[in-house]
C-alpha cells in the first residue's frame, strides 16, 4: 500500500520526529511505500523513504501550515495514496499520531484570556477540531490516558476511533553492562570532580519543558548543595532568555546548554538527576529513557509518562497544582536521598515493562485501519 506520512519539520533530536522515523520504516519492513510530506528536512535521509520537500514562500509559521495542508489535499487527490497519516493537526488526514498535548486545553489553562483572539489561536484551534470534532473520522494513536480523557471531554471524540499505544523507547538507552566506565569517561571529558552532582534535562522547546522552573530550584538549593551542582541543558531551541535568568540567580557558571545531541545514552549514565517540570507533556519520552538508563527523575504529574515514575518508585512526582516551593524541596530531597536504589528501581522496572514496542503497535493498527478501508471500498463498490 502506499502511505502519504505528513510533518511539518523533521529533525534528528525531536522525540515526535524519532518516533515518525521508527513507525515509517517498521510500515516500510511490511511491505508498504512510505513517503513523507514536509517543510523541511534536516539530517540523513534513510533509504526507506521517499522524501517530498513541500516549498512555500511564506514566512510566518501559520502561513506556512496553511499552505502546507492545502497543498496536501490539492495534490494527494492525484496520487495512489492509500492511507494519509498526520503527525501533526491538520485536516485531511486518516490518521493522527497524537505527539502534542490539547492545543485548547492549554489555551484554556495556560495563555491569559486574550489570547483566544489571535489569529495563531484561531489557526491551530481549526487544525485541533478537523482532527479531534465528533464526527471527524480521524483515527488517533494516543499514549496519553490523561491527554484521552482531555480530548473526549473538549471534543466528544468517538471512542472507536482512538487507538491507545504504549511507548516505544529506543533500547540503547537501556544501561549497559560497562555502565560504569562510560560514566567514569563522560564525566572525564566533560572535567567533572567525583564531588559534582550532575543535573540533566532533555528537550527541545526550553518554555514548555519547564527550564525557569529548574533554574529557580536550582537557586534555591541550600548553599552547600549548591555549591556541587552541575546542570547540563540539552535540547535545539534558543537558550538566551534561560542564560539571562541564570545569571540573575548567579547560577550561570553552573549551566552549560547543548544543541540536540546524538549520544544521549551518554549522558544518562554520566548524570545524576533528571529534571522535567513540564509545563505540559504528551508523552515525556525522556522520563522512561531516564528509568531505563538507571538515572533518577523528578517529573511533574502532567507528563503522559509520568506515572510510571511513582510506579517504579524510580525519582519523585511532582503533583498539580504545581507549586515551586514543592520542586525546591524535592530537589533538596532527592540530592539526599540513596539513589543507587532509586536507579536500581528503575532498571528493573524497565527490564519487564512494555515500553519498547510502540512501532510495531502502530504498524499493527496501520494494517487493520487499511484492511477495514479496502473492505469498506469493496463493499461499496459491489452495491454500486
Given at each position: 500500500m502506499n502511505l502519504?506520512?505528513?510533518?511539518?519539520?523533521?529533525?534528528?533530536?525531536?522525540?515526535?520526529?524519532?518516533?515518525?522515523?521508527?513507525?515509517?520504516?517498521?510500515?516500510?519492513?511490511?511491505?508498504?511505500?512510505?513517503?513523507?510530506?514536509?517543510?523541511?528536512?534536516?539530517?540523513?535521509?534513510?533509504?526507506?523513504?521517499?522524501?517530498?520537500?513541500?516549498?512555500?514562500?511564506?514566512?510566518?509559521?501559520?502561513?506556512?501550515?496553511?499552505?502546507?495542508?492545502?497543498?496536501?489535499?490539492?495534490?494527494?487527490?492525484?496520487?495512489?495514496?492509500?492511507?494519509?497519516l498526520g503527525f501533526n493537526k491538520m485536516p485531511g488526514l486518516d490518521i493522527y499520531y497524537c505527539g502534542d498535548p490539547c492545543y485548547e486545553y492549554k489555551s484554556k489553562k495556560l495563555r491569559p484570556w486574550w489570547y483566544r483572539f489571535t489569529l495563531r489561536y484561531k489557526h491551530f484551534s481549526e487544525f485541533e477540531r478537523a482532527v479531534f470534532e465528533e464526527g471527524a473520522k480521524v483515527y488517533i494513536l494516543m499514549f496519553s490516558p490523561i491527554q484521552k480523557r482531555i480530548f473526549r471531554d473538549l471534543y466528544n471524540t468517538n471512542r472507536s476511533f482512538i487507538n491507545m499505544l504504549p511507548p516505544g523507547i529506543s533500547r540503547d538507552r537501556c544501561a549497559p553492562i560497562n555502565s560504569t566506565e562510560i560514566r567514569k569517561s563522560f564525566r572525564k571529558e566533560f572535567k567533572l570532580e567525583s564531588s559534582d552532582i550532575l543535573l540533566l534535562q532533555i528537550g527541545s522547546g526550553f518554555r514548555t519543558?519547564?527550564?525557569?522552573?529548574?533554574?529557580?530550584?536550582?537557586?534555591?538549593?541550600?548553599?552547600?548543595?549548591?555549591?556541587?551542582?552541575?546542570?547540563?541543558?540539552?535540547?535545539?531551541?534558543?537558550?538566551?532568555?534561560?542564560?539571562?535568568?541564570?545569571?540573575?540567580?548567579?547560577?550561570?557558571?553552573?549551566?552549560?546548554?547543548?544543541?540536540?545531541?546524538?549520544?544521549?545514552?551518554?549522558?544518562?549514565?554520566?548524570?545524576?538527576?533528571l529534571l522535567h517540570p513540564s509545563y505540559a507533556e504528551n508523552t515525556g519520552g525522556v522520563i522512561l529513557e531516564a528509568m531505563a538508563a538507571g538515572l533518577p527523575s523528578i517529573v511533574t504529574d502532567v507528563c503522559g509518562y509520568a506515572?510510571?515514575?511513582?510506579?517504579?518508585?524510580?525519582?519523585?512526582?511532582?503533583?498539580?497544582?504545581?507549586?515551586?516551593?514543592?520542586?525546591?524541596?524535592?530537589?533538596?530531597?532527592?540530592?539526599?536521598?540513596?539513589?543507587?536504589?532509586?536507579?536500581?528501581?528503575?532498571?528493573?522496572?524497565?527490564?519487564?515493562?512494555?515500553?519498547?514496542?510502540?512501532?510495531?503497535?502502530?504498524?499493527?493498527?496501520?494494517?487493520?485501519?487499511?484492511?477495514?478501508?479496502?473492505?469498506?471500498?469493496?463493499?461499496?463498490?459491489?452495491?454500486?
Amino acid at each position: 500500500m502506499n502511505l502519504a506520512f505528513c510533518l511539518y519539520k523533521y529533525f534528528p533530536f525531536g522525540g515526535m520526529q524519532r518516533n515518525f522515523l521508527k513507525i515509517a520504516e517498521e510500515c516500510s519492513k511490511r511491505g508498504h511505500k512510505v513517503t513523507v510530506y514536509t517543510l523541511s528536512w534536516e539530517g540523513e535521509k534513510p533509504d526507506f523513504l521517499k522524501i517530498v520537500i513541500v516549498k512555500t514562500k511564506a514566512l510566518r509559521n501559520i502561513k506556512k501550515y496553511q499552505f502546507f495542508s492545502s497543498w496536501l489535499n490539492n495534490n494527494l487527490k492525484y496520487e495512489s495514496t492509500d492511507l494519509v497519516l498526520g503527525f501533526n493537526k491538520m485536516p485531511g488526514l486518516d490518521i493522527y499520531y497524537c505527539g502534542d498535548p490539547c492545543y485548547e486545553y492549554k489555551s484554556k489553562k495556560l495563555r491569559p484570556w486574550w489570547y483566544r483572539f489571535t489569529l495563531r489561536y484561531k489557526h491551530f484551534s481549526e487544525f485541533e477540531r478537523a482532527v479531534f470534532e465528533e464526527g471527524a473520522k480521524v483515527y488517533i494513536l494516543m499514549f496519553s490516558p490523561i491527554q484521552k480523557r482531555i480530548f473526549r471531554d473538549l471534543y466528544n471524540t468517538n471512542r472507536s476511533f482512538i487507538n491507545m499505544l504504549p511507548p516505544g523507547i529506543s533500547r540503547d538507552r537501556c544501561a549497559p553492562i560497562n555502565s560504569t566506565e562510560i560514566r567514569k569517561s563522560f564525566r572525564k571529558e566533560f572535567k567533572l570532580e567525583s564531588s559534582d552532582i550532575l543535573l540533566l534535562q532533555i528537550g527541545s522547546g526550553f518554555r514548555t519543558k519547564g527550564l525557569d522552573r529548574s533554574l529557580l530550584a536550582i537557586a534555591a538549593l541550600p548553599i552547600k548543595l549548591r555549591g556541587n551542582i552541575k546542570f547540563f541543558v540539552i535540547g535545539q531551541d534558543d537558550p538566551k532568555k534561560y542564560v539571562s535568568q541564570a545569571q540573575k540567580l548567579n547560577i550561570s557558571d553552573k549551566v552549560t546548554f547543548f544543541s540536540g545531541r546524538d549520544d544521549i545514552p551518554r549522558f544518562l549514565q554520566g548524570s545524576d538527576i533528571l529534571l522535567h517540570p513540564s509545563y505540559a507533556e504528551n508523552t515525556g519520552g525522556v522520563i522512561l529513557e531516564a528509568m531505563a538508563a538507571g538515572l533518577p527523575s523528578i517529573v511533574t504529574d502532567v507528563c503522559g509518562y509520568a506515572h510510571y515514575v511513582k510506579e517504579a518508585r524510580a525519582g519523585i512526582l511532582l503533583g498539580s497544582p504545581y507549586l515551586q516551593k514543592t520542586f525546591n524541596d524535592s530537589l533538596e530531597k532527592i540530592l539526599l536521598a540513596d539513589k543507587l536504589e532509586l536507579r536500581k528501581n528503575g532498571i528493573n522496572f524497565s527490564k519487564t515493562a512494555d515500553i519498547y514496542d510502540m512501532p510495531l503497535k502502530a504498524a499493527d493498527i496501520i494494517d487493520q485501519i487499511i484492511k477495514e478501508k479496502w473492505l469498506k471500498k469493496n463493499w461499496k463498490d459491489k452495491v454500486e
